[in-house]
């Protein structure tokens, strides 16, 4: 599909644009009306994510609001593990939880490596999404990494300490690595059937990265992100960009950028000019305004936002991001100021 709007890709080949691209993390969800109005009508969010033309509807939904140069297809990083059989649900005000957690190790050897086609309904959506895009913007698709997955598979749902995944990680690390190659392994599979469905670039969420020591990351992180990147590249689908998102953990972006991913998502407490002296250049750069600056009044919002575009400089390579995602209490109005600002500022 020919796109008319491809500065977010151009961006991420490093090639000069006329302005900055923007998206944001989690740009579908609670803080819009509209996607509250769809996800009472689903009754749950699996259903939600789960029937392909109310997925479609929630992703496009962003767009119709903002001027973004980029749609993230609407799932969760979750259901490779509910695909494992875990059965994912949500509880009200709680998260995530499994109908069966890993709680003993014995079960990990028992665990499947679901195929793509385990998980038709991303598909589905990602096929149905692209074709109503028409063009656009190009399609996102993601996945969690290996060990994000892992964290909530081994504390069944959030956690502050990770004392019980990190416990396992030390206690027993043969399962542990066991595990994590599964995850890797379908991920692998599951980002090249949402490539060929069409999503023009994936993106894998290292959200508790930064809950890991620098040594330990390299161990039980990166390596099975690597892991992703190269099995995604010997399948032929080198071309399709990979970004790789590992938030809190700014000591590693060096050891990330060697990995032959394209892009990385970077947080917002690091400055992008050292985020770029620590990457030399080799890969883009998304990110990476406090998400918290919604809140603030409309002037200060301008003003971090031009700050973020002047940290990187004026060369090629920029996607603007928030450092992590959108919460549900944030207001749609600054949104399409911070939208605006981006755009505005970042005109070459
Ligand atoms: C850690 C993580 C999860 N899911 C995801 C991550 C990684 C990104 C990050 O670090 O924020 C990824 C994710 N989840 C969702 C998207 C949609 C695409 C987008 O617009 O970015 C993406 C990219 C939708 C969602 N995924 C979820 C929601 C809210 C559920 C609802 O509408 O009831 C949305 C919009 C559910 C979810 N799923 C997860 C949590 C912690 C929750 C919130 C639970 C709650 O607060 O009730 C796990």
């Known amino acids: 599909m020919e796109l008319k709007n491809d500065l977010y890709l151009r961006a991420l080949r490093r090639e000069a644009t006329e302005r900055t691209p923007v998206w944001l993390m989690r740009q579908a969800g609670r803080y819009l009306p509209e996607y509250r109005k769809v996800r009472a009508k689903a009754g749950d969010f699996m259903t939600l994510a789960g029937t392909p033309e109310m997925a479609c509807e929630v992703t496009i939904q962003p767009l119709e609001r903002f001027p973004l140069d980029a749609a993230i297809i609407f799932s969760d990083i979750l259901t490779i593990p509910d695909a494992m059989g875990l059965g994912l649900h949500f509880v ?25 086609e385990d998980l038709q309904y991303v598909m589905d959506a990602i096929s149905l999404t692209v074709k109503t895009l028409n063009g656009r913007v190009p399609l996102i698709g993601f996945a969690g990494s290996p060990w994000t997955l892992f964290t909530y ?38 980002l090249i059937g949402q490539i060929q469905s069409g999503a023009s670039a994936v993106q ?49 972006l060096t050891a990330l950028s060697e990995t032959g991913c394209h892009g990385l998502g970077v947080d917002w407490t690091i400055n992008l000019d050292d985020a770029l002296k620590l990457t030399g250049g080799q890969v883009a750069l998304q990110g990476n305004l406090d998400p918290a600056t919604l809140y603030a009044p409309d002037d200060h919002i301008d003003q971090a936002v031009k700050q973020v575009l002047d940290s990187y400089g004026n060369q090629p390579g920029h996607i603007f991001n928030l450092g992590h995602g959108m919460q549900p209490d944030m207001e749609p109005e ?15």
């Open 334 to 348: 600054k949104v399409a100021l911070l939208v605006d600002a981006v755009k505005r500022h970042s005109q070459r």
């Open 92 to 116: 009200q005000g709680e998260g995530p939880r499994f109908a069966e957690p890993i709680t003993d190790v014995a079960q990990i050897g028992q665990l499947p490596i679901p195929d793509a």
């Open 204 to 252: 894998v969420f290292d959200s508790w990265g930064g809950a890991l020591s620098p040594a330990d990351f390299k161990t039980f992180s990166l390596r099975y992100m690597q892991q992703i990147v190269d099995g995604i590249k010997d399948a032929g689908y080198g071309d399709t960009p990979v970004v790789l998102f590992s938030k809190g953990a700014n000591q590693s």
């Open 153 to 190: 598979m081994i504390e069944n749902g959030g956690s502050k300490t990770f004392a019980k995944s990190k416990a396992m990680l030390y206690k027993n690390p043969e399962a542990a690595h066991q595990l994590l190659d599964k995850l890797a392994q379908s991920t692998v599979k599951y």
